[in-house]
């Protein structure tokens, strides 16, 4: 059987067949324009493949990923201009007439940490993505996090030291919140630069300081067994030990595991699976909704 | 059937013979003082009684709940003078012959909520108690939250605006983290008197705020389908009023669900079971171990 997943991000599409990690046959990038436009392009290029089983999609959001919903399947929300409320399940459905498993970016790369990469055998992990944004998902008890309607742990808030700090914060709802202190937006607004662009070992001890403080409510509140950190702000080398180090600085061993203390190089780690591990996240979506649509538990 | 429950708190133990909380045959308070002393007026008021099927305990902590480790049952790294490292479920298994549950006292509470008061139908829901200290359990997707050991709600950190409270913070670990800062210790610390004898509207709009604060976090990480709050200072008339108003004016309607906006009020609320949760919670976590031991599933 072979599934398609789409990495529906905020800024572009991934859109790939195949099976898994190891059986990936198509791949097809594509920026992120207006629905119409952008879902027609996934179609067109699901449709020239034969004998898919269904299709995955892991979304920017927020996202209505209630079952019982009228409006599941959708983008709610979302300030993206054009997008709010737009049905992308019913028109993947309609036009493809396949299956559509649907949940946030985040879970869906957590799904494929989960069964391939960084996360296999933990049942209550997260995965967080630094980019333009920062959204978090993950498994708790072994089962991806839904509750009220899903996380959204770019908006909470964090300690700000203004001091330090006097950035007003990138969020358009809530100016300094964990996002609108640490995600790319934040870095290119506080300091007129991309965070590609910056080398001052300042601009990274603040980004590792929020980063941890934010860990420290994920630990505090989900106490997972461990953190998959992706993104592309995430991709600056060094950046992952010094949120480490600050991480277990701020805990100061009140947590008495292993994991947060001398084994936390295992506890923060990168994706197993790099940047596809949406993508590839989203094909598992696919296939569950596959067997779903089967009557048929997945195996 | 009738068990024993325990709620093992760091000042008091309550403990109590039932199977419900509209069967509460008997109860008994005492204050915690050593370890010995304390396990043993709890093992010698259960020994009163024949025919318990099993004991629960809902303990303070940090306690260790992974059911494969060498010291499951024990409260771990207590600053509680004398209490760590005590392995309370031995102890009262060899006194008294009977399987023991062990969770924390906020998942007991949550426990008890989901079974007979406020999280009835619920799977993705938080208990938060703030009391002495804070703590917060509760369950996702269903089963009560451990992860890597278990939530500690009271240590994250939150915004702490030293202009408008100067106050260091009481948390011995962090300092102002959020137990630290909106704990009953924190206020008794701030402003000299407990909170029962604290009036100005000042002291109140304060408290309001890092709890609002608090759970906003726990809304973004967890996203409960509802927020219980317990615990003596929470008994404040119209603090939870004043929690809820600031919750939603810092989500900014930004996740869109009625229950954060007009309906916040079925949101955040008081336990229906009062100051019973824990140790009816309890005594749910005595029925399972029994059933449990007797190699039969929960009914």
């Not at 964090?158 to 995600?183: I, K, M, N, Q, W």
Request: charged content about 20%; glycine content about 16%; aromatic content about 8%.
């Amino acid at each position: 059987m072979i599934y398609g997943g789409i990495e529906a991000g905020g800024t572009k599409w991934v859109c790939a067949i195949g099976d898994g990690p190891g059986d990936l046959r198509e791949t097809v990038t594509f920026p992120t324009t207006t629905p119409v436009e952008t879902i027609g392009r996934a179609t067109d290029f699901f449709t020239r493949t034969n004998g898919l089983a269904g299709i995955g999609v892991g979304s920017f959001g927020p996202i209505d990923v209630r079952r019982t919903s009228p409006t599941w399947g959708s983008i709610t929300t979302t300030p993206k201009a054009g997008w709010a409320h737009t049905d992308v399940v019913s028109e993947l459905g309609l036009a493809l007439g396949l299956p559509v498993g649907f949940d946030t970016d985040v879970n869906a790369a957590a799904l494929g940490e989960q069964r391939w990469g960084a996360a296999i055998g933990l049942d209550t992990f997260c995965y967080v993505t630094v980019g333009t944004g920062i959204g978090g998902g993950g498994m708790a008890n072994g089962r991806l996090l839904h509750g009220l309607l899903h996380p959204e742990f770019g908006h909470m808030r964090v300690p700000h030291d203004r001091t330090r700090d006097p950035f007003d914060g990138a969020c358009p709802y809530h100016g300094d919140c964990f996002e609108g202190l640490a995600s790319g937006e934040a870095l290119r607004h506080r300091w007129g630069e991309p965070g590609e662009q910056l080398d001052d070992p300042a601009v990274w001890a603040l980004e590792a300081e929020y980063l941890a403080l934010g860990f420290v409510d994920v630990v505090c509140t989900l106490s997972p067994q461990r953190i998959i950190l992706g993104g592309g702000v995430t991709k600056r080398p060094d950046l992952l030990e010094l949120v480490r180090t600050r991480m277990r600085d701020l805990l100061s061993g009140y947590i008495a595991a292993p994991e947060l203390t001398d084994a936390i190089d295992e506890y923060v780690v990168a994706p197993a699976l790099g940047d596809r591990a949406g993508v590839v996240g989203a094909i598992e979506l696919a296939r569950r909704a596959a067997h779903e649509a089967e009557g048929a538990k997945p195996t």
